[in-house]
T-cell receptor, first 113, second 117 residues
Framework: DTAVSQTPKYLVTQMGNDKSIKCEQNLGHDTMYWYKQDSKKFLKIMFSYNNKELIINETVPNRFSPKSPDKAHLNLHINSLELGDSAVYFC????????????FGPGTRLTVT | AQKVTQAQTEISVVEKEDVTLDCVYETRDTTYYLFWYKQPPSGELVFLIRRNSFDEQNEISGRYSWNFQKSTSSFNFTITASQVVDSAVYFCALSKGSSGSARQLTFGSGTQLTVLP
C-alpha cells in the first residue's frame, strides 16, 4: 500500500502549456505539502495545506495553484509553463505539528521543453 | 530565519569505512526539530531520524548514529562500516516547534555520499 502517491511520475511538456500533478495520501494525515527540488537537488517548500486550508504559501509565481478537494488530496496546477519550472516536485504529508516527520511521495519529474 | 548548512557537497569513501556527514543549523526558536532524510538514486525521500531541541541524547540505529550538540548547533550523522547501498544524497532538515498545524521543513543542500566497492 502506497502511503503518499503522485501522478504522473514523469511529465514532459512544452513551454506555455498548463499541467497538473496529483497527490494522494492514505495515512489519514491532516497536513500536506508541495516541495520543489531543482537540478542541484535543493529542496524548497512551496505550499502547505491543513484540512483543505492553505497554511504556507512561499514565494512562488502565481502560475502555480494548489488545490485540495479533501484532506487526502493536494493537487498542483501550473499555468503557462516555463523552462525554469523543470524540476522534481514532491508531495508530502504529516500529522499536525512541527515535531512529526513528513512522508514524501515518489516525486514527479517535470521537464519543460 | 532558519538555515541549515551541509558544507560537504560530495563525499566518497571505500566500503567498510566510517563516514560522518555534517549538519549545522541556525534558528532563533528555542523549540525546534531536526531531521535526516536519505535520497537514494531511485529518487524517493526516506525519513531516517527526528530529534527535538530538548533531547541531546545521541542515538544509534544499527550502523547509523547521530550526534546532536546544541552548543555548536550541529546534528551530525555517522555511518559505520559503510556499504555500497548507503550511496545516496543525505539531507538534514529543520522544523519550527511553535504551535500550529503545518510546519515547513528547511532543508540543507544535501551531501552526496558515494561508497565505492
Amino acid at each position: 500500500d502506497t502511503a503518499v502517491s503522485q501522478t504522473p511520475k514523469y511529465l514532459v511538456t512544452q513551454m506555455g502549456n498548463d499541467k497538473s500533478i496529483k497527490c494522494e495520501q492514505n495515512l489519514g494525515h491532516d497536513t500536506m505539502y508541495w516541495y520543489k527540488q531543482d537540478s542541484k537537488k535543493f529542496l524548497k517548500i512551496m505550499f502547505s495545506y491543513n484540512n483543505k486550508e492553505l497554511i504556507i504559501n512561499e514565494t512562488v509565481p502565481n502560475r502555480f495553484s494548489p488545490k485540495s478537494p479533501d484532506k487526502a488530496h493536494l493537487n498542483l496546477h501550473i499555468n503557462s509553463l516555463e523552462l525554469g519550472d523543470s524540476a522534481v516536485y514532491f508531495c508530502a504529508s504529516s500529522p499536525p505539528g512541527g515535531f512529526h516527520e513528513q512522508y514524501f511521495g515518489p516525486g514527479t519529474r517535470l521537464t519543460v521543453t | 530565519a532558519q538555515k541549515v548548512t551541509q558544507a560537504q557537497t560530495e563525499i566518497s569513501v571505500v566500503e567498510k569505512e566510517d563516514v560522518t556527514l555534517d549538519c549545522v543549523y541556525e534558528t532563533r526558536d528555542t523549540t525546534y526539530y531536526l531531521f535526516w532524510y536519505k535520497q537514494p538514486p531511485s529518487g524517493e525521500l526516506v525519513f531516517l531520524i527526528r530529534r527535538n531541541s530538548f533531547d541531546e541524547q545521541n542515538e544509534i540505529s544499527g550502523r547509523y548514529s547521530w550526534n546532536f550538540q546544541k552548543s555548536t548547533s550541529s546534528f551530525n550523522f555517522t555511518i559505520t562500516a559503510s556499504q555500497v547501498v548507503d550511496s545516496a544524497v543525505y539531507f538534514c532538515a529543520l522544523s519550527k516547534g511553535s504551535s500550529g498545524s503545518a510546519r515547513q521543513l528547511t532543508f540543507g543542500s544535501g551531501t552526496q555520499l558515494t561508497v565505492l566497492p
